[in-house]
């Protein structure tokens, strides 16, 4: 079946989770490919809502965290003209066809994926890696906080991708599993029903690797629960603050030594935002040893000004015109949902579901 496809442009499709303003790592993992998208493709964007309930959030906040991340996509420059921009909760047929799939997904699965994992194991206090999650979760049977909502994420954002017929799904290297999961899926409703309704979606990196932006504490990715972000809405004070405070080491002691990890992240992050030979400078510098963390950080901090300050000139801008915001989401449900209601009465009809 082909009609449900765009002849003429590749299905774009991503989101990202309403849970609190947008960070570099959102920005380069996610959005700034969805920018640079738009031109090319045939692009929908949502905001996350449905997913960001597996958490719990406080309802007004929730409420708010969805109106910034819209203001955000547009700020960053996010054309509705161009895109089908929506909020997840604004298209029912996402909800009915997420019910239907979970036929299709296997707990086992499900229960080994590592975000599931990550979060299980945070909720009940489990350090290990082993198979000791399965047995506490088994055992802990009215933890809400390892819900069956965030055991059926995947499932929710496989329904997500297929609901389009996507092609690709910009996101960055965090959500890989669960694309592979999408694919998945997909695959076991066609050769259940035998059919080829649906066709594998990858992600999407301009040809080279899903980005990995690491935060400022030294260690790992830059992450909302982790407290290492810096956020597109982030002044120049605080920005510039959070930057000269990034974890560093004692500096290299022998030419040309490997950079510890804090080194290493603070050079993955000059080499998003700054110049090539302003990066070359700081690179030989390190290997020379003459390098001075203090001017590397206040480099960077100044490149990173430059990307995100305009953005946040906007956000200001367009998070206070509710009238606008909602008239663009109401635009891009109406549009999300032609899609998607087709897609949906097929996949019902497909499964067996009443026709008559
Ligand atoms: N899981 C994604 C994240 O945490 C958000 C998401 C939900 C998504 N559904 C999606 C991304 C569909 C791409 C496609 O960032």
Avoid: W
């Amino acid at each position: 079946m082909s009609e449900h496809k765009n002849e003429d442009k590749k299905v774009v499709l991503s989101g990202i989770r309403a849970t609190g303003n947008l960070h570099l790592g959102n920005y380069y993992g996610a959005l700034s490919k969805f920018v640079r998208m738009q031109d090319d493709y045939d692009c929908r964007y949502f905001v996350a809502d449905l997913h960001a309930l597996t958490t719990h959030p406080d309802p007004g906040m929730l409420h708010e965290n969805v109106k910034e991340i819209l203001a955000e996509y547009l700020a960053a420059g996010l054309d509705p003209e161009k895109n089908i921009i929506y909020v997840q909760s604004d298209v029912p047929e996402i909800a009915e066809m997420y019910l239907l799939m979970n036929m299709h997904a296997g707990i086992g699965e499900l229960m080994r994926t590592a975000s599931f994992k990550d979060k299980a194991r945070k909720a009940l206090g489990i350090t290990s890696d082993s198979d000791e999650i399965e047995r506490e979760i088994c055992g802990n049977q009215t933890n809400r906080q390892v819900n069956a909502g965030l055991l059926t994420y995947p499932t929710l954002m496989a329904v997500d991708i297929l609901i389009h017929h996507a092609d690709f799904v910009p996101v960055g290297k965090d959500q890989e599993q669960h694309l592979e999961l999408t694919r998945r899926f997909g695959r076991r409703f066609n050769s259940f029903y035998k059919t080829d309704y649906f066709h594998d979606a990858v992600n999407f990196n301009f040809g080279g690797d899903a980005v990995k932006v690491p935060g400022l504490d030294g260690s790992g990715k830059m992450g909302k629960s982790e407290g290492n972000c810096i956020y597109l809405i982030d002044d120049e004070k605080t920005l510039r603050k959070k930057v000269m405070r990034a974890v560093t080491d004692e500096g290299p002691k022998v030419p040309d030594s490997e950079p510890t990890e804090p080194i290493r992240n603070l050079f993955t992050l000059m080499e998003l935002v700054s110049a090539p030979d302003t990066l070359g400078h700081f690179r030989s510098a390190y290997a020379d040893c003459s390098i001075r963390y203090g001017d590397l950080k206040k480099q960077l901090a100044e490149d990173i000004l430059k990307v995100t300050l305009p953005i946040r000139e906007r956000i200001l801008d367009i998070r206070g015109d509710d009238e606008y915001l909602s008239r663009v989401v109401q635009r891009g449900a109406e549009r999300a949902r032609e899609t998607a209601a087709r897609t949906l009465r097929e996949v019902r009809e497909i499964m067996g579901i009443r026709k008559f």
